[in-house]
């Protein structure tokens, strides 16, 4: 399957695989992220029902604190 993610192209070997295991898969899992999916956004609830498909778009933003 092959996924855009933040603007760059990427193969997942993967036939079925959850919002929450792409977060996993890039070590994301337990920080705070807002992820859009195809221009929508997902509430936190929604990561491990959604299923991404070949040619989705995903964009993850995850935040930084500092001062």
Known sequence: MLLRVNGQ???IEEDQLS?????????LGV??????C????????MHTNT???DGDH???VHFVGGG
């Open 9 to 11: 192209h990427m193969q």
């Open 19 to 27: 919002v929450k295991d792409l977060l996993e898969s890039l070590d």
């Open 31 to 36: 920080k705070t992220v807002v992820i859009e």
């Open 38 to 45: 195809n221009e929508q956004i997902l509430t936190k609830d």
């Open 51 to 53: 299923l991404l498909k």
């Open 58 to 60: 995903i964009e993850i």
